[in-house]
């Protein structure tokens, strides 16, 4: 079919139009070396920066750009630019790239930017004076405070140098990093707060840390979530009255700030108001959640007790049966309102002196002590606590540990028999 007339027409005036183009652009390029810019943009126009040259100096300037043609009679010299704009090491790309009419004598300009680049080369350091050896006086060491210096670890208690390759692990940071704990924790004390909450007693808190247990089983959260989640209930706790009622959306409200805090992927909102089956709306727990990180000041990096287990128990290259023993003993003493305001790095040492005793693998060693910071007669009353703890009763109600421990994946410690207190008491007495 052919074209329309209108379709011939726009197709011609687009050629005579591109001819235009071209014709103007040979014109420019002939006569580009004979057009002078100006000095000073039009009015009210912004004012414009080049990467290296100023633009105001464009009339003294001839860029050497291809098909431009050279005037005769001038010869090209090599600028000298503002060294505070253009680092020294570019300064001879510059020169090489920008070609400027000579202005006078090229000599005298020359020998001015050398003497010029010299000094600046001197106030830089980059070289010598001729009057100055070339040789540079080493700096005096300084003296290294004795707060800033570095603790030398004895090389039969250092458990982080096998770990020298592994970026992960931290070795050379590890045993400040966990030194820095220690020190937050005491920040972190708690006191015995039941007093001021009129409609709670122990044994509530002691239902409300069993659910909070089989919430981390079914969501297969990290136990340091779970160990966080009940910190940052305690301290909500010891801050604000909080009526029964409101008591599982605290707790179920800090398992999801935990999560945020510990997991990859947390649960979302959603997930947790179906684990209250729907007790709750998401405007309540959403405002419930603003309500714990304003009390706690968004300070929710609290020590957990579990970290330290983990540490203390590489010391001395406890095998995962005998972790997950001294384990089990911590995540019991979440339920027990009476060891609440012990620190978590005494509680761990207690758990872990509890499990060394009960596979008869000796007491509280010297690279413990070293580690810990404790000696045997400070943990005699927290292992007492516990011991006498797991002797009580098993409450019915409170089986989520219990039954999560005799499993066959956690090497069914919950079942294994406790140790006598005559051995735990002969341990206890020696030093």
Not at 44 to 62: E, M, Y
Request: charged share 30%; proline share 6%; glycine share 4%.
């Amino acid at each position: 079919m052919p074209p329309t007339r209108g379709k011939k027409a726009t197709a011609t005036a687009v050629n005579q139009t591109s001819k235009l183009l071209r014709a103007a652009s040979s014109e420019n390029q002939e006569e580009g070396s004979q057009v002078k810019r100006s000095s000073s943009p039009p009015h009210g126009a912004p004012k414009k920066r080049t990467a290296f040259i100023d633009i105001t100096n464009a009339h003294k300037l001839q860029l050497s750009l291809p098909g431009r043609k050279k005037e005769p009679g001038k010869k090209a010299v090599k600028k000298k630019t503002n060294s505070t704009s253009v680092p020294t090491k570019n300064r001879a790309n510059l020169k090489k790239s920008v070609s400027v009419s000579s202005e006078g004598t090229s000599t005298e300009r020359d020998r001015t930017d050398s003497e010029e680049d010299k000094e600046e080369e001197l106030q830089s350091g980059i070289v010598a004076s001729e009057d100055e050896p070339t040789s540079v006086s080493p700096r005096a060491p300084r003296d290294v405070p004795v707060h800033l210096q570095k603790q030398q670890i004895p090389k039969e208690f250092d458990i982080d140098s096998e770990n020298s390759e592994d970026c992960y692990m931290c070795p050379e940071y590890a045993k400040d990093i966990f030194d820095y704990l220690k020190q937050r924790e005491e920040k972190f004390v708690l006191c015995n707060y039941m007093p001021k909450q009129p409609s709670l007693n122990a044994e509530m808190r002691a239902i409300l840390i069993d659910w909070l247990v089989e919430v981390q089983e079914n969501f297969e959260l990290y136990h340091e979530t779970l160990y966080l989640a009940v910190k940052m209930t305690d301290h909500y706790l010891s801050k604000t009255p909080v009526h029964k009622e409101m008591l599982q959306l605290v707790g179920s409200t800090a398992m999801l700030i935990a999560s945020k805090f510990e997991e990859r992927s947390p649960p979302c909102v959603d997930d947790f108001l179906y684990i209250c089956d729907d007790a709750y709306k998401r405007e309540e727990l959403i405002s419930m959640e603003a309500n714990i990180l304003q009390t706690l000041s968004f300070d929710i990096n609290i020590p957990i007790p579990y970290r330290f287990l983990r540490r203390y128990a590489k010391c001395v290259s406890a095998g995962m049966d005998t972790l997950t023993l001294a384990r089990y003993f911590c995540e019991m003493s979440l339920m027990d309102v009476d060891l609440v305001w012990k620190r978590g790095s005494l509680l761990a040492s207690a758990c872990l002196l509890m499990a060394l005793l009960t596979k008869d693998l000796g007491g509280w060693s010297p690279i413990l002590q070293f580690h810990s910071g404790y000696q045997t007669s400070d943990l005699a009353p927290v292992v007492r606590s516990l011991h006498q703890m797991l002797l009580a009763p098993v409450d019915e109600k409170l089986k989520a540990i219990r039954n999560k421990y005799s499993h066959k994946v956690f090497f069914e410690v919950a079942s294994l028999p406790l140790v006598d207190i005559d051995i735990l008491e002969k341990a206890l007495a020696s030093e």
